[in-house]
Every structure is written in C-alpha cells, then in structure tokens.
C-alpha cells in the first residue's frame, strides 16, 4: 500500500528573520558610515513578569546585532499609571528616540489603553495606538502590529499565493487576529483573502476550520489545531506561544504552540514551526518599524 502526503514546507522564521535584520544591518552601517544619528529603540518593563523579561532581552539583543541604539528601563510593580505616563512621555520628548514599546502584560491597576494612548503615534513602533489601528484600517502607511506584520513578511518571503483563497484567523485580540484579518482581506500582494475571523463564541469552528485555505491560528491553546480540522494543501501560520511545564528542561518549561504540529504538518502546504516561527518574525518586524520610525523622523527634521 501506498501512502501520500502533501509535500510539505517549513516556513523558517530564522531564514526570514535573518534576512530583514541583514537589510537592516546593511543600512544601519550606511548610516554610521556617513557619521548620522541611528535608530534608537526605548522598552520599558514593569514588574517582574519572567516572559516579558525574555521578550524585551530577545528584543535588545537584536537591536545590538543589527546595531540599533536600544535601551530597556525597568520599573517597579508598584508604579502608579501616572507615573508611568509620565516615563513614557520624557521618551516621547526625547529626540534620540524612534521607537517605544512598553512591554505588555502591565500590573492589574494600570489601564494598558491609557498608557498606549500615551505614546506618541509617530514612535509608536508596536502598533498598538488607536491612530495606527486607523491607519491600519484605512489602508494608509502605518506602524502594523509586530505580529501579523511578521506573519505577512513570512507569507511574502515564501511567495504564498493569497488572492482569492478562503484564510481563517483564529483568535481576535486587537494584537494578534484583528489586524491580522484586516491584513488578509486588504487589497495587497499578500492580502485580497476572505477572511473568517473566529474566536472563543465562534460555532462550528471544526467545519470553518475545514474550508480554509489559510489558517492563522492565535488563541493560546497548546495543540488547539488538530489534523481533523484542516484540510489537505492548507497553509498553517501558528502564533501561538505557551509555556507549559517540562521537568526535562532546565528552565522548567517548553514553548508550544497552538497547532499539533506533529499531525497538521504532514497534511499542510506550508507551515511554521513554534519555536522558530512566527515569535523570531515579530521581533524582525519590530525592528522594520523601528527603522520606518526613525526614517519618517528624519525627514520630518530636514
Ligand atoms: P488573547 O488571549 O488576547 O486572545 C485570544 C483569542 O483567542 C481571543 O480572541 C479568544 O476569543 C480566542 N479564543 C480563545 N479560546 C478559543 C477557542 N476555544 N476557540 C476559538 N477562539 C478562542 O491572546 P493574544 O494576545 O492574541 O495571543 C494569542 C497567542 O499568541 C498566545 O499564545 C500568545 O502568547 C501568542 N502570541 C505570540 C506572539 C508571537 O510573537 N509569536 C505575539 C503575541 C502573542
């Protein structure tokens, strides 16, 4: 008996990542070649939430690869959101600056809108601000959530055709699936998809699952996405990323994500790998909009 199985690809996110931060890295050296000023990109953390803490230290190591100025300040949990708001104004008044990002999950008595609120949009490098969301929607030029913006690198680095097929985000947040669908279904290269946007009310997410050509999976479930809910040829982009408990590592977890991708991978088109996926691609995404920051304010200074 003879078994077939669709020839299946990895989307690499260390390929991909790799070659957006060797561009960057190519102007980066330009411009320290030429004695200009470089981009510079501010973080700031409160408390001492160990995932934050290995995001923002991924996020600065990278910035020295490449060779952005970076620098990560750290607050105490108790801060008030005065305070804080305060700490992310002097960094929007400092002209060195091109991009903040203030490291999300805050402590339970600050709002993450009203701070989000507070940074100013041209250095708002994470997306998140209410006047990106509506650039975003509009379909203007705008700083685009590092997520989905690295999940639409990965999809046009690999060339995966999108006109016209049927992608199925799941999950809603304003970080993750939102904008990921208003990407899909935009008028773009790698957008022009109907899009279903699913989440946690959603019913028979087993049948709209199976009609999908593209599947974003984005809920934080470990092994969510079974094989019984995609189709032969699909194309399966996993954003999730859990820790769950692993005696046999030394830091006492492993990362999963929301595919099973033992069982999905043999059945897909194209799929990306946790880790190794979409998590390198959000960060080379954080540091393309880190340089449209700093390039659109050294225009605005000329
Ligand atoms: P979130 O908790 O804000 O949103 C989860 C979404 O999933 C919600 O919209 C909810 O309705 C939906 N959902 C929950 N259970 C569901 C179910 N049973 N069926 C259908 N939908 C369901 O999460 P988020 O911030 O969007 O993150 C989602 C995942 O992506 C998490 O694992 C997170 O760690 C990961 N993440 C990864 C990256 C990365 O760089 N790869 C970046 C951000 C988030």
């Given at each position: ?97 091109d991009g ?21 949009p041209s250095k ?17 030029p705008?700083f ?145 909009n880190?340089f449209n920051a700093y390039e659109a304010r050294e225009t605005n200074m000329?």
């Amino acid at each position: 008996m003879f078994f077939t199985f669709a020839p299946m690809q990895l989307l690499d996110g260390k390929i991909v990542s790799q070659s957006v931060k060797d561009t960057l890295k190519i102007k980066v050296d330009e411009l320290k070649q030429s004695g200009k000023r470089l981009p510079f990109l501010a973080a700031v953390i409160v408390g001492n939430n160990g995932a934050s803490e290995t995001y923002v230290a991924s996020k600065a190591k990278n910035c020295d690869e490449i060779g952005f100025l970076n620098k990560t300040i750290r607050l105490d949990e108790s801060i008030t959101e005065a305070a804080l708001i305060k700490v992310v104004e002097e960094l929007n008044n400092d002209n060195k600056i091109d991009g903040i990002l203030v490291q999300l999950p805050l402590p339970q008595h600050i709002n993450n809108e009203r701070i989000i609120n507070a940074i100013d949009p041209s250095k708002d490098v994470d997306g998140f601000h209410p006047m990106s969301t509506g650039k975003l929607i509009q379909g203007s030029p705008a700083f685009i959530p590092a997520t989905p913006y690295g999940v639409m690198l990965m999809l046009e680095h690999y060339k995966i055709e999108t006109k016209g097929k049927h992608a199925v985000v799941i999950g809603r947040s304003n970080i993750v699936g939102r904008p990921m669908s208003i990407l899909l279904s935009q008028q773009n290269p790698y957008g022009n998809c109907t899009v279903t946007l699913c989440h946690s009310h959603t019913k028979n997410l087993k049948e709209i699952c199976l009609q999908a050509d593209i599947i974003v999976a984005a809920l934080g479930i470990p092994g969510f996405l079974t094989a019984d809910m995609v189709k032969e040829n699909a194309v399966v982009i996993d954003v999730g990323i859990t820790r769950v408990a692993d005696e046999t590592k030394k830091s006492g977890f492993s990362i999963k994500g929301d595919v099973d991708f033992e069982h999905v991978a043999p059945k897909s088109s194209y799929i990306t790998p946790v880790p190794g996926g979409v998590g390198l691609m959000t960060i080379a995404a954080l540091l393309k909009n880190t340089f449209n920051a700093y390039e659109a304010r050294e225009t605005n200074m000329k």
